[in-house]
């Protein structure tokens, strides 16, 4: 199959409306769409992801009113949330109702939802009679694709359609959060900030059970085939792996790397989390094609958008390490879900 790519919103509706799976932009990352109606065309997207089925789907609406056909009434917590942020990167946990599959939930009676900032998917998301689910387009547990040219590079010839956005401006996963006992509970991490969501009045925490939470979750995920060595000193660490040939992701200048080659950085101006959000796939797509043996990666500031940044980059890495009083401290990240 040969896959097209371009900005055909009408050809994109006609593929999902035939049961097809096509690739669609967001404001994250590029997302792999079927008919959320069709247990077919879900089946298909578990098929070609290499997904297992105990990981749910987001459901992707292109209004309100979608909202009605597959969730129960929120909390008027949750409403208030989306009022603000919709269209945007945040995904809530609702009450499903019986139009949503269990395929979709793998099993649970909650569905994730939310509503993408991208022209062209809204505009395809308003002609359709039905919502979408997608998850991000990428094989299972790679690196998520931010332009037309990753998806591409998992999935040409096996889906009939890419829609060509262009970069996804936050080049990160939604935030998904559940409403609890008067908290925000955050599910997996992302483009939005605990800090952000800490201005809607009540507290906000993380559930970090890898079991019941969020499969996105897992500590093995979103890795580059080069292994990935996390560190709070890169200078120390390339003097280490001395005879490798090593690819730097780095947030700071560091005067003694500077001559090195396949060395990416992930913001120009320093402390812009922000562009090192939307940066982090990129970069990590390129150093995924440079040919070196290790890519090492240096950790950001914990706070904001950094500390989604290190959770990704503590996901795709093998192992952490962090430089105190001039003593190695080594953490092996397990390989529970690779
Ligand atoms: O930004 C995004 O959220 C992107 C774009 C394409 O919208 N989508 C995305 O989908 O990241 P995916 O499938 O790669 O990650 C979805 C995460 C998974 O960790 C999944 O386990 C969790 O959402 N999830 C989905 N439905 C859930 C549910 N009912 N309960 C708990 N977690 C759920
Ligand atoms: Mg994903």
């Excluded at 942020?85 to 939930?105: D, F, H, M, Q, Y």
């Excluded at 005879?243 to 060395?263: P, Q, R, T």
Aim: hydrophobic share 40%; net charge neutral; with cysteine.
């Amino acid at each position: 199959m040969q896959t097209l790519i371009n900005q055909d919103v009408a050809m994109a509706k006609d593929f999902l409306k035939a049961g097809e799976v096509v690739a669609i932009p967001t404001e994250t990352v590029y997302g792999l769409a079927a008919n959320a109606f069709d247990d077919n065309a879900i089946d298909k997207i578990f098929k070609i992801k290499n997904r297992p089925n105990h990981n749910p789907l987001i459901a992707h609406i292109g209004n309100f009113e979608q909202l009605e056909l597959i969730a129960n009434p929120l909390p008027s917590k949750l409403n208030e949330i989306i009022k603000e942020l919709w269209p945007g990167p945040i995904t809530i946990l609702c009450e499903k109702r019986a139009l949503i599959s269990s395929k979709v939930t793998a099993g649970s009676n909650f569905v994730a939802v939310r509503m993408p900032k991208h022209t062209l998917t809204l505009e395809l998301l308003n002609q359709l009679d039905f919502p979408i689910v997608a998850p991000s387009a990428n094989i299972s547990n790679r690196i998520s694709p931010t332009e037309a040219n990753h998806v591409c590079k998992y999935f040409d010839t096996k889906i009939p359609m890419i829609l060509d956005g262009g970069s996804c401006s936050m080049g990160m996963e939604s935030t998904i959060i559940s409403y609890e006992k008067n908290q925000i509970v955050i599910h997996r991490k992302g483009a939005i900030s605990k800090k952000f969501l800490e201005s809607f009045g009540n507290d906000v925490v993380f559930k970090n059970n890898e079991k019941i939470s969020t499969p996105g979750n897992f500590s093995k995920h979103y890795a580059p085939m080069v292994p990935m060595y996390l560190t709070d000193d890169p200078v120390t660490l390339s003097e280490i792996f001395v005879n490798k040939k090593v690819g730097f992701l780095l947030y700071n200048n560091h005067e003694k790397l500077s001559k090195k080659s396949n060395i990416y950085y992930l913001s120009d101006k320093k402390s812009d989390l922000k562009l090192a959000m939307k940066n982090l796939y990129l970069l990590m797509h390129k150093l995924e094609q440079d040919a070196i043996e290790i890519i090492i990666a240096e950790m950001l500031p914990d706070h904001d958008e950094g500390s989604t940044i290190n959770d990704r980059l503590k996901r795709a890495s093998k192992s952490q390490y962090i430089f105190k009083n001039n003593n190695l401290n080594l953490h092996e990240f397990t390989t529970f879900n690779r």
